[in-house]
């Protein structure tokens, strides 16, 4: 419910922004701007064409531009810097978290670059650079340095008291700290001391005896889709980042992980239509022309293989009608079959379910729920085509020529995306396009095959 209410709230607020856009009344859409969260503001950047995201864009402060930018989708953030100045673009990026200026930095003009790390002190630059080392689809990337730390000789008193000079110091903890991360004298990871035993416990015990030593700290390396993972299976809010020695460099927070999660989900939708999940609703059109047209060029070519399949029977068509209106039949249930199959083996590869150890049962299992649905379905087209025109050869054909199609696409959706993986290749992008030209193809050679040979 609150979801729909928030998603009502940003039509409303859409709505009278462009009321007082067309009315010219630009000061008071500044000071509704101002009241709003960067989130909202991105949101409706996004939800307006270009000139009009232009024009509000020039409306927000340098501080606001900052915490919009980096919520934005990575094409609508090259299409505003891109008609910012230079001047503007170092004071909007300048005050950003470490991380999220790290995620910035390679979309920003060279000059801005320069002009931002030499306006960093020698400890926010080594701190910048470290993050800057790991890619961002890493634990490395979606970190944040500021992590909180004590060593394991302190005392609770002596960290409450270190956590009240953080307070004083930087005005607030640091976002989503549910525990402090113990460190060795070499910054080498030892556990974790939780703000609920810090504050509950006696003042003098030390660290090492309250600490708990059973969660792992995460490699900088480690992917962001299995980081997403480790938070989601043990329902962590922060989690230690470590380089290959152990040491401490940085933490993970439940926010940087939700994101993750929604570019995957923004990911898997786009790309079952070949298209990229950071794709601008409003973008140009001739650059979205372009990007559509490699999709629908190769399934061009998936329809000239299909085609040319049909052709080579032009005459058992002509002889025999029916076969034309029942072969789109075959091709199409291949294809939902395999489909099913491609969905689950997509999402196993993900979760790491699948690999080159399961594969095989994997292939087996799915055999074996499809030869189950084809004994099914074969029985009911023969049964159908004997009742509709009297035609048992007809049918006991129809029937084959499913069977066959849609083992063959369990097959094909179990094997292709296995073996786009093991390519390189996003088995989500590709994974349906080959098994559509697959299913397609050999639906309609199979049945016409069959028919030419057994009925005429």
Not at 339 to 354: E, S, Y
Request: with cysteine.
């Amino acid at each position: 419910m609150a979801h729909q209410d928030n998603k009502k709230d940003n039509r409303q607020f859409a709505t009278e922004l462009e009321e007082l856009l067309n009315a010219g009344y630009l000061t008071r859409a500044t000071t509704r701007l101002a009241t709003s969260d960067p989130p909202t503001i991105a949101n409706i950047l996004e939800a307006f064409p270009w000139e009009r995201r232009l024009q509000i864009w020039q409306l927000l402060t340098p501080q606001i531009k900052g915490a919009v930018l980096i919520e934005l989708y990575e094409e609508v953030q090259d299409g505003l810097i891109a008609e910012s100045l230079p001047e503007d673009l170092i004071k909007t990026v300048s005050g950003l978290d470490i991380d999220d200026l790290a995620d910035l930095y390679e979309r920003l003009p060279e000059k801005v670059r320069a002009a931002v790390l030499q306006a960093m002190d020698e400890k926010r630059r080594q701190r910048f650079e470290a993050v800057r080392h790991y890619p961002d689809n890493t634990a490395g990337g979606l970190m944040d340095v500021d992590a909180v730390a004590v060593r394991d000789d302190a005392t609770l008193d002596t960290v409450l008291r270190y956590l009240r000079r953080i307070r004083h110091q930087q005005g607030a903890l640091p976002e989503h700290m549910d525990a402090i991360i113990v460190v060795d004298r070499a910054s080498r990871y030892i556990g974790m001391l939780s703000l609920s035993d810090l504050v509950s416990l006696e003042e003098n015990c030390a660290v090492s005896e309250v600490m708990h030593t059973e969660s792992n700290p995460i490699p900088a390396l480690t992917p962001a889709k299995k980081v997403a993972r480790l938070f989601e299976d043990y329902d962590l809010l922060s989690a230690p980042v470590v380089d290959e020695d152990n040491k401490l460099i940085g933490r993970i927070t439940v926010d940087d992980v939700v994101d993750v999660i929604r570019e995957e989900a923004d990911r898997a939708l786009m790309s079952t239509a070949g298209l990229e999940e950071e794709s601008d609703i409003f973008a140009p059109i001739v650059t979205s022309a372009k990007r559509r047209a490699i999709w629908l060029g190769i399934n061009l070519i998936n329809a000239f293989l299909a085609a040319w399949v049909i052709e080579q029977f032009e005459g058992s068509i002509e002889q025999l009608v029916i076969l034309a209106v029942l072969m789109p039949i075959v091709a199409s249930m291949g294809g939902i079959a395999g489909t099913q199959t491609l969905t689950l083996v997509i999402r196993g590869i993900a979760l790491d379910q699948v690999g080159p150890g399961n594969i095989r049962r994997v292939l087996g299992k799915e055999l074996g729920v499809i030869a189950i649905n084809a004994l099914l379905f074969a029985s009911t087209v023969a049964t159908a085509m004997i009742i509709w025109h009297q035609d048992s050869s007809l049918g006991l054909v129809f029937a084959l020529a499913l069977a066959i199609n849609l083992l063959n696409g369990a097959m094909a959706g179990a094997i292709i995306p296995f073996a786009l993986h093991k390519l390189g290749i996003d088995p989500a992008l590709a994974g349906g396009v080959v098994l559509m030209a697959t299913t397609d193809a050999l639906g309609f050679f199979t049945f016409l095959g069959l028919a030419t040979f057994f009925l005429l």
